[in-house]
């Protein structure tokens, strides 16, 4: 089978393309914490998919199959580094112009948290945490992806859960309690 049958016509393959790829890029990056390694990731990811696409048997199945193949190149590219380290400065995007500062600011401290949480689990937990809660597969599909029984996707999920859980409410501010007195 050609490409063009595969995915419609040449205009609606890119577009296609072009969607998948930002998804593949967004999970790489949740992974790996490196832009230039998440997009390297991305962009072999759709290379061996073109490569092989003649083994796609389901069109239907193309996402799936496209983050198997992502998750084998991080595997490959895993086991090249030795000496993987994550990120220490993330840069905090900002949709609304209209928030105030001190909102803003507050905004990027939970944004921060919670991406430090991730980035604290285990990899095949973040793994799990990503696809299922992040880019909404679901459970059968993640275990084809990562080539794992459901049950150990479920164990996984949940085990992330509830470290970040942990995590997360260990690193929450204390709630102040402020008390307003009457003045006359």
Known sequence: MNLLHLLGADKGMRTQLKERRSRLYRVAYSWCHDRTLADDLAQEALTRGLARLHQLRDVAQLDSWLFRILHNCWRDCYRCQKGFQDVDELEDYHYAH?????????????????????????????????????????????????????GTVM??????????????????????????????
């Open 155 to 184: 164990s996984r999920l949940c085990r992330a859960r509830q470290s970040l859980k942990v995590t997360l409410i260990e690193v929450a501010p204390q709630a102040k309690t402020v008390t307003l007195r009457s003045v006359k």
């Open 98 to 150: 209209t928030d105030t500062p001190e909102h803003l600011h507050a905004r990027s401290q939970v944004v921060d948290r919670v991406r430090t949480a991730v980035a604290l689990l285990p990899i095949g937990q973040r793994q799990v945490l990503t696809l299922v809660d992040l880019e909404e597969f679901s459970y059968n599909q993640v275990a084809e992806i990562l080539e794992i029984p459901i």
